[in-house]
């Protein structure tokens, strides 16, 4: 018998759920060897398609380099963000 192309499978689902997680650890990867960049605040997580960043930068630069970094490996529309950027912190 064929599986429907219409109806999801468990192994498709967990396929794509590890895809979504290489792609969460690459993005990790990415920011934690930019320079000048304290990303302690910072998280990365999976909301089904979406992959969600999550923190406190201090500069708007930071926020780019992040976003530019997270959209190349999953897409500019995959890309949510939850970031501060607290200029405070620099002042």
């Known amino acids: ?39 302690q605040n910072l998280t990365v997580d999976v909301a089904g398609d979406f992959i969600i960043l999550e923190g406190v930068v201090t500069c708007t630069g930071d926020h780019a380099r992040i976003m530019r970094i997270a959209r190349e490996i999953v897409g500019y529309d995959r890309v949510l963000s939850r970031v501060f950027v607290n200029t405070v912190a620099n002042a």
């Open 1 to 39: 018998m064929f599986l429907s192309t219409l109806q999801p499978t468990a192994s498709f689902a967990l396929a794509h759920d590890h895809g979504m997680l290489m792609e969460k650890t690459a993005i990790e990867t990415e920011i934690s060897y930019l320079r000048n960049f304290d990303g």
